[in-house]
């Protein structure tokens, strides 16, 4: 694409390496002058990157950036704010200990003659500045801290203007917002725009990009899938576009246990919430099945597991466990009611890479026990052998240390982990993720056999949609933090999975 005058931003063939990982591929983006435009990926697929080589946090391996008809190279992000170029993150980066018209001048504060600064100009410009360009009316010698997060949003954007900014890069900006803050943001994005503000609208919300933006950019695992014009871009087909996947509206695949899980509920929730990350919550898990959770990355599925287990109890609402009211306040509560959590991100939050198989095997099991009643080693040893069989690990023996095995091998050890437990509700957060395809299939069939053979309930979590498919009898579709609906047998499909993901799709429920 050649230079053209309608284009504030150009990226054009962004590469970015950092050891090992080729985060950005040929990676392309452009910014039209007063247009909210829409950065949109799933987790990983390079939105950060690029935002961070736009502001001078990364310097670009290959490419070229024009900003404003002029190439440029910011060494830093106060380089890049003071050609033009403003973030508001979701976590808001002022000072909480300053006055809001600290926050807005820092750094730029209106000086007397002596080289004093002016305190009292500068309360009034920035009153004036809150009152006029964002219809706040605050104090303004009041401590940042003491406003809530969406005020103290307004208050980084309207730095942004006051340093005439002529791109605004918003990062989820909405996520810790009501409906009625997120209302008010729109309205200040509306009248950016058409002061002629480019601004850039990162999030995850859908309805929030179709309702406030122009056009979408799509990137996907570090490369530009393409550019869209928000109306000629209907939801299933950017959901498909950010996914790799197409849709076919007749795939139905055969889904590996349809039978109908019997009454008896292990967990139930009512209107349960926990502020920013599960809005009012009502399911149930029965005892027996595979109950899926799908939904885009950052829709909120893994929030939802680990409200269950325990990691962040909920600030609202009721969770029954085997039909008893319980209040959980750590994950602790949730082992002694039997429920187990495999979590996604093993190498963090999973394994301990320099105990042994043996040792990471009976974790869960030492810590139910508590610290003063160590498991006899001949115990250890038998359940060690006990699962390093029944789910075939690959390993020299059990005293192997874990970070030697495949990514695979180490997965199955920290599912054995919890099976030790005995749990009633085992949940897999993308177990599969990283391992190779006969171990995926392996663990597939082991969730499967769980639940029809021993009676345990399953949630299995998962971006492969064929997964889904051939593992749950039950899949809820989670987007924006919120369970949206439910599939249920026959209705299970790919197809039908990402429509409803997209809020397209329209069966029995």
Known sequence: MGQNGDYILQMRDIDMFFPGVKALKHAQFNLKRGEIHSLMGENGAGKSTLVKVLTGVYHKTNGTVIFDGNQIEPESPLQSQQIGISTVYQEVNLCANLTVAENIYIGREPRGKWGQIDWATMNANAKKLLKEELGLDLDVDRVLNFYPVAIQQMIAIARAIDTKCKILILDEPTSSLSDRETERLFAIMRKLKAQGIAIIFISHFLEQIYTICDRITVLRDGEYVGEYDIPQLERIQLISKMMGKEVNENQIESNVDKSIPKDENIVETEHVVVDGKVKDLT????????????????????????????????????????????????????????????PEDRKVAGIIGDLSVRENVILAMQAKAGMFKHMPMSQQRALADKYIELLRIKVSDREQLIKNLSGGNQQKVIIARWLATKPNLLILDEPTRGIDVGTKSEIEALAVRLAKEEGMSVVFISGEMGEMVRTCSRVMIIRDHEKITELNGDEISTAHIMQAIAGDYHGSN
Request: with cysteine.
């Open 283 to 342: 399911m149930n898990i029965k005892k027996g099945e595979v109950v899926g959770f799908a939904g885009l990355l950052g829709s909120g599925r893994t929030e939802i597991a680990e409200m269950i287990f325990g990691i962040t109890p909920p600030n609202s609402g009721e969770i029954k466990v085997d039909g008893v009211s319980v209040k959980i306040k750590s994950p602790m509560d949730q082992m002694m009611n039997r429920i187990a959590f495999c």
